[in-house]
């Protein structure tokens, strides 16, 4: 036979590799956890603690959704604040996403500088921004809102500008040469281009903030997600499941529903 | 042509100007009553934009000398996304499987896919809350709770490349004799390795981010010393902690877009 | 040796598409089968190793050790036993993409090897060794490493072969193996099958009359469910019209064009 295998490719040799990088993994994990007093064990023993927590939880006590009024209002909040943050973030978005798009800036060096400032924006945590609303606006919804507008304008604002930078080039050197200006072209050639994808992903978004809005409820004090942290705090674990509960259902249901609008609203290319 | 001779553009243009106004007062119904429950108030924003800017100068300059504090806990983010991530990940493939349906049977698949979106709807930070109260404070619920992010994010999106596999591959593997665990083996897990580490790698990514938000509320790392230094008023420690918050993140994205452009070349065969 | 007893198949709505089809394939035997779209070739074939239950009937397969098993009736183990007898080819080559060309072939071993050890990729060097020797058998030892993903239509089947090959079947089943190929990888492959069927009786799907006609050492006629023909590997043409009706100048025209000058 004059053919043979590379070393690297014999099974013996090769199972060596895979073992040897393997046991390399499991020596950094375990060298890591037992660095941090970390113990996943624990997982296992503790689990009775975890029984439980899930025994005083139950049965829910779902009769706290319809009795405080305060309940009701929260999942308003949460709903509201992730509707407008998506509404005046994405706005915010597509606006700053015309400045930044190299075919569509006003001017490359207005592009660079919008370009960069999106991308430092983007690796901000929310929750420092959520901090530095707190701190500005007060406690309360209106903070959590701000903080998830700009926090979409830093998500959607790259994706869309990618958006209009992908649109194709010959209808737009096409409305140009019948004389148009560059609003002109951006209203006739871009927009109707990049538009179902903006649409796309503002649904997108919603989904998104939706989630983030329960999250940093927690720490904004306001909407759902506050009103479970609460529940916790104060050891009333069945009023807590309930609204849990209730959670993953408007989640799903808020969902879907953006499933079908969307949908729909590419369908029929809304807004053309 | 029978149909189009009542077609005119004004009518066509009136019904177009009809459905755009319609969806614009209905947004517009809508932004104004969520404007009320979330209690926008302009003037606050107005008045509070100074006080923001009053506030930034605060921050400044950064207390340098914490850098040696925060080391530690910038490592146990990254230790704790890390974990999670593993975790996760490792679990997620079991879920994904199960959710597959040229792998699990009908019901399995439905059970197991209910499961993962009743996770999805579930934000991580809720989960931490949960743990927290049975097993107390500290990194060990944090990575649970990001573990499970992990199983519902990334057990959808392994099941959807597993069910992307072309079934005549695993029915091939099937005619030699070999059973369920080795056309898993040779036939799905060699398929799908390319978008399952390059999504676990973007998940990494995730759960950098996510770390910083649970560790406020007590899961340690970096995110508890930005929200302790925030609440004790020692803002300019805050500072550094956001620094280096923001060096993690910028790290972890830089890492994870180099590696998973690697990957899809490699996946491109 | 394999025998087929009366197997018909219908689908969920109960429309018949076997109607009592039986054969008999012996030692030596290289045996094609032919017959128009619709006819139920490759639905027989799927029959023969299990992957499709017939609706009545009886697949028979006696192995090396002369052990008789009914494959209709197999379940689990004794049907995976029965499929590390059997070698099948398909038309779509059906190869794990992203592994590499001599892993695909030892994948044919996996029902032979210890569970716990293939799991892990636990292959010996003797093994491959072996498979590259398979893989040299049929000129294509030196893609052994490539992932079969980069490989071309003809190579890939050659990989699907060798994997048959080296699973050491007593019989090789071959689901349209040339239909994806163009005319000379297909004469090749029939190159190769044709000295194999000498240790393995052979059966299998094709499009082509001539090339089975050249090759094969028996046909077996299909059409509309039943056998219509069992014979020596000579039909006439008018045989032939009766066969595929209008379907037979689609073929010879596809086969002029695509005839190697």
């Known amino acids: ?272 | ?269 | 040796m394999i025998e087929v007893r009366q197997i018909t198949k219908s689908t969920k709505e109960g429309v018949p598409i076997l109607k009592g089809i039986s054969f008999t394939i012996t030692k030596g035997e290289f045996v094609g089968i032919l017959g128009p779209s619709g006819a139920g070739k490759t639905l027989t074939m799927r029959c023969l190793n299990g992957l499709t239950r017939p609706t009545s009937g009886e697949v028979l397969f006696t192995d090396h050790q002369n052990n008789l098993v009914n494959l209709t009736h197999a379940k689990g183990r004794e049907l995976r036993k029965a499929r590390r007898q059997i070698g099948v080819i398909f038309q779509g080559f059906n190869l794990v993409k992203r592994l590499s060309a001599i892993d695909n072939v030892m994948i044919g071993q996996l029902g032979r090897i210890n569970l716990l050890r293939s799991l892990f990729y636990g292959f010996t060097d003797d093994e491959a060794m072996r498979a590259l020797a398979v893989l040299e058998h049929l000129k294509i030892a030196h893609l052994a490493q490539r992932p079969v993903g980069s490989l071309s239509g003809g190579e890939q089947q050659r990989v699907a072969i060798a994997r048959a090959i080296y699973q050491q079947p007593s019989v090789m089943l071959a689901d349209e193996p040339i239909a994806n190929l163009d005319p000379t990888n297909a004469r090749k492959i029939m190159q190769i099958l044709k000295p194999l069927a000498e240790q393995m009786p052979i059966i299998g799907v094709f499009h082509q009359p001539d090339l089975v006609m050249e090759f094969c050492t028996r046909i077996i006629a299909l059409k509309d469910g039943v056998v219509v023909r069992d014979g020596d590997n000579k039909m006439t043409r008018s045989e032939l019209i009766d066969l595929y009706g209008a379907e037979l100048s689609e073929i010879e025209a596809s086969q002029r064009i695509l005839q190697p000058v």
Not at chain 1, 215 to 242: H, K, N, Q, T
Not at chain 2, 41 to 49: K, P, V
Request: charged residues 15%; positive net charge.
């Open chain 2, 1 to 269: 042509m029978k149909q189009n001779v009542s077609w005119t553009y004004s009518s066509y243009r009136r019904k177009q100007t009809l459905r755009n106004w319609t969806v614009m007062l209905a947004t517009f119904f809508c932004a104004y009553w969520a404007g009320i429950s979330c209690k926008v108030d302009l003037d606050a924003l107005r008045a509070g934009i100074p006080k923001g800017i009053e506030f930034i100068s605060y921050l400044f300059p950064p207390d340098w000398t914490a850098f040696a504090d925060m080391a530690m806990p910038a490592l146990e983010t990254i230790l704790l996304a890390f974990l999670a991530t593993v975790l996760g990940a490792f679990l997620s493939l079991f879920f994904g499987l199960a959710a597959s349906s040229n792998i699990a049977p009908r019901w399995l698949r439905n059970l197991s896919r209910f499961l993962l979106a009743t996770e999805r709807s579930l934000p991580e930070i809720v989960i931490l809350l949960l743990l927290i109260s049975a097993l107390g404070l500290g990194p060990f619920p944090g990575v649970i709770a990001m573990a499970f992010g992990c199983i519902g994010m990334l057990g959808r999106l392994f099941s959807d490349a597993i069910e992307e596999i072309n079934p005549a591959t695993l029915e091939s593997i099937e005619s030699v004799g070999a059973r369920k665990l080795q056309v898993i083996a040779y036939g799905v897990l060699p398929q799908v390795l390319p978008s399952l580490l390059s999504n676990t790698i973007f998940r990494f990514e995730v759960n950098i981010r996510l770390s910083v938000l649970l560790g406020a509320v007590g899961a340690g790392g970096i995110g508890f010393q930005l929200y302790y230094s925030f609440q004790t008023l020692q803002y300019q420690r805050a500072t550094t902690a956001i620094l280096i918050t923001l060096l993690l993140v910028f790290l972890s994205e830089r890492l994870s877009n180099s590696i998973r452009k690697k990957l899809s070349q490699e996946a491109k065969l």
């Open chain 1, 1 to 272: 036979m004059n053919v043979s295998l590379d070393k690297q490719y014999l099974p013996s040799e090769r199972y060596k590799r895979h073992a040897a990088y393997l046991s390399v993994l499991a020596l950094v994990i375990i060298g890591l956890c037992t660095y941090f007093k970390f113990e996943p064990l624990l997982f296992i023993t503790d689990f009775h603690y975890m029984a439980d927590l899930v025994v005083e939880m139950t049965p829910p006590n779902f009769e706290v959704l319809w009795r405080k009024e305060k309940i009701f209002i929260s999942i308003l909040q949460t709903l509201s604040m992730a509707f407008l943050g998506t509404l005046v973030g994405s706005t915010v978005a597509m606006g700053l996403a015309f400045l930044a798009a190299r075919n569509t800036t006003p001017h490359p060096t207005v592009g660079v500088i919008v370009r960069t400032l999106l991308a430092i924006e983007r690796v901000i945590p929310s929750l420092v921004i959520l901090l530095l609303f707190l701190i500005a606006v007060g406690l309360g919804p209106f903070a959590g809102m701000l903080s998830l507008a700009v926090g979409t304008v830093g998500m959607f604002g790259k994706l869309f500008a990618n958006a209009i930078e992908g649109a194709e080039k010959e209808p737009i050197d096409a409305v140009y040469s019948v004389g148009a200006s560059k609003l002109q072209v951006i209203r006739y050639a871009v927009m109707p281009q990049v538009l179902p994808s903006f649409i796309a992903n503002l649904f997108y978004a919603f989904d998104i903030n939706l989630r983030a809005a329960i999250g940093l409820g927690v720490f904004g004090g306001a909407g759902v997600g506050y009103e479970i942290s609460m529940a916790m705090r104060l050891v009333r674990y069945r009023d807590a499941l309930a609204l849990i509960c209730f959670t993953i259902l408007l989640v799903f249901v808020v969902e879907k529903l953006s499933d079908w609008l969307r949908s729909r609203a590419l369908g029929q290319d809304l807004l053309k």
